[in-house]
């Protein structure tokens, strides 16, 4: 695993196959399954400030109404 300039990790954690990025999105995405609406917006300000592309996350939240919600 390499620092880039900008502080971010390159290449794969050790033992686990997955980039720093992969590991992020994983945490951030269990972390989201937990989530109830009136909490969502906590889970939203943590990560969005995680180097977690926005869309991503948005991509995310998504997935967490049509499960919380049902389909629109």
Partial sequence: ????????????????????????????????????PVTVLPWVLRWQDNRIARDDLLNMLWEWSRRRCGPF
């Fill in 1 to 36: 695993m390499q620092l880039h300039q900008s502080g971010r990790c390159r290449g794969m954690f050790p033992g686990t196959g997955q980039s720093a990025e992969e590991i992020r999105l994983t945490e951030a995405e269990n972390e989201l399954a937990l989530k109830t």
